[in-house]
């Protein structure tokens, strides 16, 4: 028998989660905060979204409010996040969005807006608009790989799973409620049908579940062997003037940590820097000290990160025509520096006064 959605909604009555961004009960959703939500949902678990969230749209409680902010108070307000990629195209989405005074209420539309794929549009399609999607997140993979036990491989079968998903909606109470039915889905997959140990007695699909029936739910869906991740090595110099300003530089607006704040350093390559290599990119000349590794994880690489310390009595205007920027050390907690560089300044500082 196919899942009974009645089953699923009655669920949900009973057992949805209270978020930040979701409505209450018989209110409709608000747009921007679906879309947000979303966005910083990317990459990021529910409980690590919630306080930035909230401090986000204390900041800009709209989406206007958004889009006339400048790029860097919108880069330190997701400073943390990371995957900041999202960011960026959060801040053109948002312009774009008001430029037209209102975020489109179509899957076309919504797939036309910078940074929203497939699964964000259904979400935003679903959530705010009512539309009869099913938005498939990684619990709703799991959900429907579970429910038809889909036993190919992830991420080889993520579409099949997909279009598996998009059958869970097709009944009238589904069809009926669109915008609950999506996010009883979610909470499903993220109460019930969790990743380890799934709590299938209290399901309300569990009768018509393939994967329970079969004794194989916990071990679905089934993921390829992960790659090891390649590593990368970086040196990053720390330098400050006898004011106590500190040298920064700005990344390139594109690629990884786009637009970003840094302590100026080298490229991040496959092989370890020699101090002599590391220090012929030092950004000025300075009586430089190793001081410590720092070693951060993204998602495709680990990177090492060999950190100097110096101190001048003031910086050269070459400093500045590399592109320097001096900041005063106690700005730094408003400034859009990424959780890498701020793991490299809390490893440097206890070297200063030490």
């Given at each position: ?53 909230r401090r986000f749209l204390d900041r800009f409680p709209t989406v206007v409010d958004l889009a006339q902010a400048d790029s860097d108070t919108v880069m330190a307000a997701w400073a943390g996040l990371g ?169 390139a607006a594109k690629g990884l940590l786009g637009g970003m704040l840094e302590l100026p350093g080298t490229d991040w390559r496959a092989a370890p820097w020699t101090p002599a290599e590391a220090l012929a ?62 793991k490299c300044l809390a490893a440097i500082r206890p070297a200063m006064t030490a």
């Amino acid at each position: 028998m196919p899942p009974s959605s009645a089953d699923l909604l009655h669920w949900y009555d009973r057992h949805r989660r209270t978020l930040p961004w979701r409505a209450l009960p018989g209110h409709s959703a608000d747009p921007y905060h679906v879309w947000l939500s979303e966005i910083m949902l990317q990459q990021t678990t529910v409980t690590a979204v919630i306080p930035y969230y909230r401090r986000f749209l204390d900041r800009f409680p709209t989406v206007v409010d958004l889009a006339q902010a400048d790029s860097d108070t919108v880069m330190a307000a997701w400073a943390g996040l990371g995957y900041y990629a999202r960011a960026r195209n959060l801040h053109d989405c948002a312009r774009v969005v008001a430029a037209a005074g209102r975020f489109p209420d179509d899957m076309p539309r919504l797939l036309a807006l910078p940074g929203v794929g497939a699964y964000t549009a259904a979400a935003i399609a679903a959530i705010a608009f009512g539309r009869p999607v099913v938005p498939v997140d990684g619990n709703v993979e799991r959900v429907t790989s579970r429910l038809f036990a889909l036993s190919d491989p992830l991420p080889g079968a993520r579409k099949s799973i997909a279009r598996q998903a998009a059958t869970l909606n097709h009944s009238a109470e589904a069809q009926a409620r669109p915008s609950d039915f999506a996010q009883a889905l979610f909470d499903l997959g993220a109460g019930v049908c969790t990743p380890r140990s799934p709590a299938c007695a209290l399901c309300p699909w569990r009768e018509a579940c393939a994967g329970f029936r079969q004794g194989i739910a916990a071990n679905l869906p089934v993921k390829a062997p992960r790659a090891t991740k390649p590593v990368r090595y970086g040196a990053h110099f720390h330098v400050t003037d006898a004011a106590g300003h500190i040298l920064l530089r700005r990344r390139a607006a594109k690629g990884l940590l786009g637009g970003m704040l840094e302590l100026p350093g080298t490229d991040w390559r496959a092989a370890p820097w020699t101090p002599a290599e590391a220090l012929a990119h030092a950004p000025l000349a300075a009586s430089w000290q190793a001081a410590g590794r720092v070693t951060h994880v993204f998602t495709h690489f680990t990177l090492h990160v060999d950190l100097y310390d110096a101190a001048v009595g003031h910086f050269p205007n070459s400093a500045a025509r590399a592109g320097g920027l001096a900041f005063a050390g106690q700005a730094l907690d408003g400034l859009a520096l990424p959780s890498l560089m701020r793991k490299c300044l809390a490893a440097i500082r206890p070297a200063m006064t030490a």
